[in-house]
């Protein structure tokens, strides 16, 4: 499961996706959000969705395979979200016994919110892959630059976010290698009750928090050695701007999310 986490990594590229502006591809990546959450209610528009999602994908140079892979760890929370929303929603009933009761209602809901949760772990992961950290970085203090004028750190919390999602992956790699060192040692992980698990999984903890905090040092360490300052006086190797790329995907977007309106709300 630690393997299948794509949040977080980046795989080089050189398809539209990879040389848009990251600022674009941020406010894609709302539109994206609101379209999943908003507009979309009926299976139609859903499909349509999971289509032009796989699309984006193919055109990304990114294998379907390896993107659809970031599902696998999210599958507890699809499940036991599908789960409440099967046993709360009210309306009309399918089955009956006692206090459990299943309805119609339930069942869409589950179904849609599974589809949504899926392709907004999909939509996230598309990001960083197509998007390097300092790039990621750069798109997100330019976006937050307006609030300066109100005294935000905007370049501490955009430099912050972007550390934390390089991170995820490092930390998995760290856990699966704690974890092989432990089974090696005798721990089980795979067998007895939920909580048996969940215990087994505390010798795991200590050393996976030593070893974050080690690399925070040694990263703080670096970055001092390197004179970092924050934001003042900060100069860019490369500046972001808007070009060809921007526009088609622009374009698209729009296209697409007229398409959605125009299909949940008139067909």
Request: proline share 4%; with cysteine.
């Amino acid at each position: 499961m630690i393997k299948n986490i794509t949040i977080g990594q980046y795989i080089p590229g050189q398809s539209l996706l990879h040389r848009a502006d990251p600022r674009v591809k941020i406010i894609l990546m709302i539109i994206y959000m609101v379209d999943l959450f908003a507009v979309v209610n009926s299976y139609y528009t859903y499909a349509a969705f999971l289509i032009f999602t796989l699309m984006v994908i193919v055109s990304s140079d990114i294998p379907v395979s390896y993107t659809l892979r970031g599902i696998k760890p999210i599958l507890f929370i699809v499940i036991f979200t599908a789960i409440i929303n099967i046993f709360t929603t009210e309306g009309k009933p399918v089955f009956e016994a006692g206090f459990v009761h299943i309805t119609y209602e339930g069942l869409d809901m589950a179904a849609k919110m599974a589809i949504r949760l899926s392709l907004m772990v999909i939509g996230g992961s598309l990001l960083t892959l197509t998007t390097t950290p300092i790039m990621l970085t750069d798109g997100i203090e330019k976006l937050m630059s307006p609030l300066k004028k109100i005294k935000v750190p905007v370049h501490e919390i955009a430099m912050m976010m972007t550390i934390a999602l390089r991170f995820i992956p490092t930390l998995m790699d760290e856990t699966e290698k704690i974890m092989k060192a432990q089974s090696a040692r005798g721990a089980d992980f795979d067998t007895g009750s939920l909580i048996q698990r969940a215990r087994s999984f505390i010798p795991v903890l200590v050393p996976l928090f030593i070893s974050a905090f080690r690399r925070a040092d040694e990263l703080a360490t670096a970055m001092e050695a390197r004179c970092y300052r924050g934001s003042a006086g900060r100069t860019r190797m490369r500046q972001l701007r808007v070009g060809f790329p921007d526009f088609v995907l622009v374009a698209v977007m729009a296209v697409f999310t007229t398409g959605l309106v125009f299909l949940e709300y008139y067909i």
